[in-house]
């Protein structure tokens, strides 16, 4: 970095918490906290969410699986790549070929993970990992929960960078790891200021 040296941030201190609300999909505390300046924070909120996955998956002929489904909290109809829940004893490469397969009947391919984010590092503890599967096909049906209606799509690439750059996908992480995908797919090796 350039410029005065900043000083280093320094960890929270915890001093007590207390669970207000826990459900399967949703646990909520109220950590008391005492910062590095010695102000007393007494009542900070926190969400604990398992952790999360998403796919970039890929067929043979290059076209992404889309998806199109309802979600309640924005009340909207939006497209999506497919994603879910990790859950307990998975490790994320292995829920997010259990959920591939669930949300899409897709299957196989070659796989690494591309990126891992923190939806929001300020109040939620867990992370999202994103994967791109490359070669998968359709060996299956789907198998959704209850509350999945899930339309599964195969979109040309060109058109899904189309839809990125139209602001098409509203869930930002999802649209992060798309970007990211398309950077490297189209920059490498990307130029590097000197």
Request: proline content about 6%; some cysteine.
């Given at each position: ?128 990992h994103t994967f791109v599967a490359t070669n998968v096909e359709r060996t299956d ?42 950077y490297e797919r189209h920059c490498t090796p990307c130029p590097t200021n000197s």
């Amino acid at each position: 970095m350039r410029g005065e040296r900043m000083k280093d941030v320094q960890k929270w201190k915890l001093i007590g918490s207390e669970y207000l609300f826990r459900r399967p999909w949703l646990t909520a505390r109220r950590d008391h906290l005492q910062l590095p300046s010695g102000a007393d924070m007494p009542e900070y909120y926190v969400l604990e969410y398992p952790d999360w996955i998403n796919m970039i998956a890929l067929t043979a002929d290059g076209k992404m699986l889309l998806e199109r489904q309802y979600r309640h909290g924005r009340q909207m109809v939006g497209w999506e790549i497919p994603a879910g829940v990790i859950e307990e004893g998975e490790t994320p490469l292995q829920a997010a070929k259990r959920e591939l397969l669930e949300e899409t009947g897709y299957t196989g391919g070659e796989w690494h993970e591309l990126v891992a984010l923190c939806p929001n590092a300020s109040a939620c503890t867990n992370v999202s990992h994103t994967f791109v599967a490359t070669n998968v096909e359709r060996t299956d049906t789907q198998h959704l929960e209850l509350t999945e209606d899930i339309s599964v799509y195969e979109v040309p690439l060109d058109e899904v960078f189309r839809m990125l750059q139209a602001g098409e996908f509203h869930q930002a992480l999802m649209a992060a790891p798309l970007w990211q995908f398309f950077y490297e797919r189209h920059c490498t090796p990307c130029p590097t200021n000197s």
